[in-house]
């Protein structure tokens, strides 16, 4: 069976649901298509909850800049949707002589990248604002803060919904193909001929890609683990050590209702699998300590695990988002999204703009 469609956005998670609702907003008939049976139950409601600032990333890049123009849209949407949020802050520290140089360049590039001026504290500094914390240095990112990713897309799915938009659930997509019309999209039980594309299935979203597009980037997995730790917090805002070659390093998060987690650390795999290996706690305990020597290891328990949606792989540079239209990749009527991992959640809203735009200049 084989039906038409205006737009078709292929992912409910945050990203998805935002552009649907920016198309939706310009007057477009949008169907989201959702593998599962709720909206965000992937990379979007397993991660930080962070609304990052836009410090760690390179000059110039897509991350860095719709990082930076997405929070402030972020912060702005909650505010009029009432969406549970809070600019707590967070702390970078040092915990030895030669990571000084490193926090010197976040604050070069966080001013490079327009994240605001992160202010250098010395040891008595960091200790007056988280008193559990021991490090030699540290900066403080005033505009990072925390969201109820759940509450933020339910709000964009109301907004779609109220456009006109129709989300779609269990609802898998199998496979796309090309027509001189525009993207056939492949489900469990039909075909639909779509004008415009907006692949945004995260994990899957590069094979999807690969069905059309023979330039598309391998998808690479990486599992973060998250342990929660019980009782009284520690700590007021975030705090985050040096990032490593993978990620952000193991990291404090406070969510809205005052948990603590810790995490998440990087575990590449093959395959799709959010199982919790309780080995790593070992290594969570040595990397926590560095800055939290008062660690109870007993109050450490498992919590979940995400997977970062790479494109690119272990050892390697870390990848800029990949946001194509028919002018980069050649496949009238899609728009792809790759590799969306961090900040993907911060810059959503700004994304959801970068493809309405792609789109308009397509014509699709």
Same mark, same amino acid.
């Given at each position: ?19 649907? +609702? ?21 990379? =979007? ?25 997405? !929070? ?17 802050? !967070? ?19 966080? %001013?490079?990248? *327009?994240? *605001? ?6 040891? =008595? &500094? ?18 990072? $803060?925390?969201?109820?990713?759940? $509450? ?12 006109? $938009? ?7 997509? %199998? ?5 001189? =019309? ?9 075909? #639909?001929? &779509? ?36 009782? %009284?917090?520690?700590?007021? +805002? ?19 209702? *005052?948990?603590?987690?810790? @995490? ?38 498992? @919590? ?7 494109? =690119? $792989?272990? @050892?390697?540079?870390? &990848? ?35 493809? &309405?735009? #792609? ?6």
């Amino acid at each position: 069976m084989s039906e038409s469609a205006d737009v078709v956005v292929i992912g409910a998670g945050a990203v998805g649901l935002a552009c649907a +609702r920016r198309m939706a907003q310009q007057g477009r008939e949008v169907l989201v298509l959702e593998r599962e049976g709720l909206i965000g139950s992937q990379t =979007s409601s397993r991660n930080s909850e962070v609304i990052h600032a836009g410090i760690y990333y390179p000059r110039g890049s897509l991350k860095a800049q719709l990082c930076v123009a997405g !929070k402030a849209a972020l912060y702005r949407y909650c505010e009029e949707h009432r969406v549970p949020h809070k600019r707590c802050g !967070k702390l970078i520290v040092a915990t030895s002589q030669d990571q000084l140089a490193v926090l010197r360049g976040y604050q070069a590039q966080a %001013r490079h990248n *327009g994240a *605001g001026e992160l202010a250098w504290l010395d040891a =008595s &500094a960091v200790r007056a604002l988280e008193p559990e914390v021991t490090a030699i240095a540290g900066v403080l990112s005033e505009s990072t $803060g925390i969201i109820d990713s759940h $509450g933020y897309m339910l709000a964009l799915q109301a907004d779609l919904e109220g456009s006109g $938009g129709v989300v779609a659930l269990d609802t898998e997509v %199998r496979g796309l193909s090309k027509v001189d =019309s525009g993207v056939l999209v492949h489900t469990q039980d039909l075909t #639909l001929e &779509a004008r415009c594309v907006v692949n945004s299935a995260g994990l899957w979203a590069p094979d999807l890609a690969a069905d059309v597009d023979g330039t598309a980037p391998t998808a690479f997995y990486a599992r973060g683990h998250y342990f929660t730790y019980a009782g %009284r917090a520690p700590f007021s +805002r975030l705090v985050y050590p040096i990032a490593e070659a993978d990620g952000l390093g193991v990291h404090v998060t406070v969510d809205m209702a *005052g948990q603590v987690r810790f @995490g998440p650390d990087v575990v590449w795999i093959d395959a799709v699998d959010y199982g919790f290996d309780e080995s790593c706690k070992a290594s969570f305990v040595a990397a926590i300590g560095r800055y939290f020597p008062a660690l109870v290891e007993e109050r450490l328990q498992p @919590g979940y695990t995400g997977i970062r949606p790479k494109i =690119s $792989g272990p @050892g390697e540079p870390a &990848a800029d988002f990949s946001i194509t239209g028919p002018s980069q990749h050649g496949v009238g009527g899609l728009i792809s999204l790759l590799g969306i991992e961090s900040p993907g959640l911060t810059a959503s809203l700004a994304i959801a703009e970068h493809v &309405a735009d #792609l789109a308009g200049a397509a014509g699709c």
